[in-house]
């Protein structure tokens, strides 16, 4: 049995146990690691030809054709051609390229809305798109549940919900609370209707079908109501509740000395 080594400057044995100094490194995606990542030196990265937005062009394609669970270093690899070792040169694991690719597709967020539009018509513009850009790519708002939308593309959008909730007249954070209730909403209604084709004619004729068989004592108004049910779509679903949304807001921005925040 080996003698424990003692340390050289003072002849004593090191502490047993974890190092006290040593910290955990931050969860992927906090405002912790966004800020330890933008302060780290530029990793060595011996292969010039794959860059970071290559890792995630790749990632989103997978993302697009396979799902969520098929999002994996190994078969980001094997689609580049790589080895696993060169995105680890970029990304240190899955988490960190789930985070680095949802702020990326985030990005859309902050579109430059039509100039001649007021603050509801741009938030009803950049609400249209938000939406359609996570329907085009569906995995994306899966991708979405619990993140913490701290990177640049995110806080970019965030600065402008900002500018056009302050600007409508609504306190700091009263248009922060506005404009993640508008997220939250688009969030909602597009992972609602994942995989659901509600404008498809036979899926409405079904539909008329399921309510008009349903027990009228125990459902009238579904019964009653069958045929005007049945061609409700999830276009008309986002619509009403984004009409209601702003109309809430710019209520908001009409009392905003009786607000509370």
């Known amino acids: 049995m080996h003698e424990p080594t003692r340390t050289a400057r003072t002849g004593k044995l090191p502490p047993e146990g974890p190092r006290t100094n040593q910290r955990a490194e931050p969860r992927p995606g906090t405002a912790a690691w966004w800020l330890a990542r933008e302060s780290e030196p530029a990793r060595q990265r011996r292969r010039r030809s794959l860059t970071l937005d290559a890792v995630l062009d790749a990632a989103m394609a997978l993302l697009d054709t396979r799902g969520a669970t098929a999002l994996t270093m190994r078969n980001i690899a094997e689609t ?6 060169s ?16 702020d990326r597709a985030l990005s859309v967020a902050s579109s430059v809305p039509p100039d001649e539009a007021d603050w509801v018509e741009k938030a009803a513009w950049s609400a249209r798109l938000f939406r359609e850009h996570l329907r085009r790519h569906p995995g994306v708002a899966s991708l979405l549940r619990g993140t913490e939308r701290l990177g640049p593309n995110s806080l970019a959008g965030m600065q402008y919900s900002l500018e056009l909730f302050i600007g409508a007249g609504l306190s700091p954070r009263l248009a922060s609370a506005a404009a993640s209730s508008l997220a939250t909403f688009i969030l909602g209604s597009v992972h609602l209707n994942l995989g659901l084709d509600r404008s498809d004619p036979e899926e409405s004729r079904h539909l008329r079908l399921l309510y008009r068989s349903r027990d009228p004592a125990a459902l009238p108004l579904l019964v009653q109501h069958a045929d005007t049910l049945a061609e409700v779509t999830s276009d008309d679903e986002f619509e009403v509740g984004l009409n209601a949304l ?16």
């Open 246 to 261: 702003l109309t809430g807001f710019r209520a908001l921005t009409q009392n905003a000395d009786i607000a509370p925040g």
């Open 87 to 102: 995105l680890y040169r970029h990304v240190r694991n899955r988490e960190e390229l789930v985070t680095l690719l949802v």
């Open 80 to 85: 580049l051609g790589c080895t696993q070792a």
